[in-house]
């Protein structure tokens, strides 16, 4: 029987028990005297009946409405319980140093060290297949950015202040472009997109982002943007904050429109045509002192707040989705603790061990809920192709495919 069934019927039952009592053989006064006393005792447990049902039912409905609201907020158009994806790992590799940058593109995986060096590794078996020493800063401080496209692996290389085109087949340089202090590097639209922070200008500073045409290497478009904010942007933070050069961090991602966020300054909506502002967003604490996460999926563009992630409207210009529930925060540090992709957003959480070590969870591309949690720990970053998920870890980068594929 359904709780609400037995709270419903609860009443009646007692009524009907308590009218099979049997009285004892007494003269009429008397039973007059004990069916007097029953009635008050049948009305009083009545009441008690009709109380304890009342409550049962608040209490059902109580439970209900925490189960469909546990772990949501936003619309509420979401599931009760997320599903588990389990993955299997397949492949892992060691390396040394910090946790690198990684990048795919024409069936290659490639990585960036705090070594100084580009690695290509075999996507399938994780076994190294080649290698690039790009340079070392005298103080180890991260990998360089790194991104895959127009059929070359693009390397900004914070040492010699450079960009770098490199043939992916035979890691030889194919292009070395002078570009300043540049701190990070996409690739999306066709261009390859790069951010300078901060650039003095007037009283204050500037980010700088910049269009490079991938075959020739010219700039094609530049656009200012809010840099430091009036807090400026703060020291003694860890290495992995900001970039090599221990300039202050940026998010940055490319796609049909580039999003990009300095420290302590709002999330801008660059078209990557016209190199207009499309919107400016005001999440969270706009930026802090460490970087915030950005990501451009074919459902939306994404942030993250604090500890939330948000999906921006770039119609209206507001965060019209928060997720995920209470109890996931994301991963302190991470470079890049969400990855839009078209099966959702996913997401790094945090951990405890090894630094900070989190599994990896997949959000609804609309409303952010928890579709499926996933048995991936993973530190900074992850990268999704297909049913294959690559994490970056304490001691290098594993593969976990997607069981059942």
Not at 202 to 214: A, K, S, T
């Amino acid at each position: 029987m359904l709780p609400e069934d037995f709270a419903a019927n609860l009443p009646q039952r007692l009524h009907a028990a308590l009218d099979q009592v049997v009285l004892p053989d007494r003269d009429w006064q008397a039973g007059r005297t004990d069916l007097a006393a029953r009635v008050r005792r049948r009305r009083t447990r009545a009441a008690v009946a009709a109380a304890a049902a009342t409550v049962l039912v608040m209490a059902g409905a109580a439970v209900m409405a925490v189960s469909l609201s546990a772990g949501h907020r936003g619309d509420g158009h979401r599931s009760a319980a997320a599903t588990l994806l389990r993955f299997r790992k397949t492949a892992s590799v060691s390396l040394v140093g910090l946790p690198p940058r990684l990048t795919y593109g024409g069936g290659r995986l490639f990585a960036t060290t705090d070594q100084g060096r580009l690695l290509r590794l075999d996507p399938v078996s994780l076994k190294i297949t080649g290698r690039l020493f790009v340079g070392r800063l005298a103080a180890p401080t991260g990998p360089m950015p790194v991104a895959y496209g127009d059929h070359a692996v693009w390397v900004l290389n914070l040492t010699r202040r450079q960009l770098w085109r490199v043939d992916p087949a035979s890691l030889r340089v194919t292009l070395r472009l002078p570009v300043g202090p540049a701190s990070e590097l996409a690739y999306g639209g066709g261009s390859v997109w790069l951010t300078t922070c901060c650039v003095p200008a007037g009283r204050g500073e500037v980010l700088r982002l910049d269009r490079i045409d991938p075959a020739t290497g010219q700039r094609t478009g530049s656009v200012s943007l809010p840099g430091i904010g009036r807090h400026g942007w703060g020291v003694g933070l860890p290495a992995r904050f900001g970039a090599p050069t221990g300039l202050p961090p940026v998010a940055l991602a490319a796609g049909r429109v580039i999003l990009v966020a300095g420290p302590y300054a709002p999330v801008s909506a660059i078209s990557p045509v016209t190199m207009s502002v499309l919107r400016r967003f005001r999440v969270g604490c706009d930026g802090c002192e460490g970087p915030l996460g950005v990501a451009v999926g074919p459902d939306g563009l994404y942030a993250t707040s604090v500890n939330n992630v948000v999906r921006l409207d770039l119609a209206t210009g507001r965060v019209v989705a928060e997720g995920p529930p209470s109890g996931l925060g994301l991963a302190p540090g991470s470079l890049t603790p969400i990855v839009a992709s078209p099966g959702g957003v996913w997401l790094l959480t945090e951990g405890q061990a090894c630094g900070y070590v989190g599994t990896v969870a997949l959000l609804d591309p609309h409303t952010l809920a928890v579709n499926s949690r996933t048995n991936i720990a993973a530190i900074d970053s992850v990268l999704a192709i297909g049913p294959v998920v690559y994490a970056t870890t304490c001691q290098g980068m594993v593969r976990f495919q997607r069981t059942g594929q």
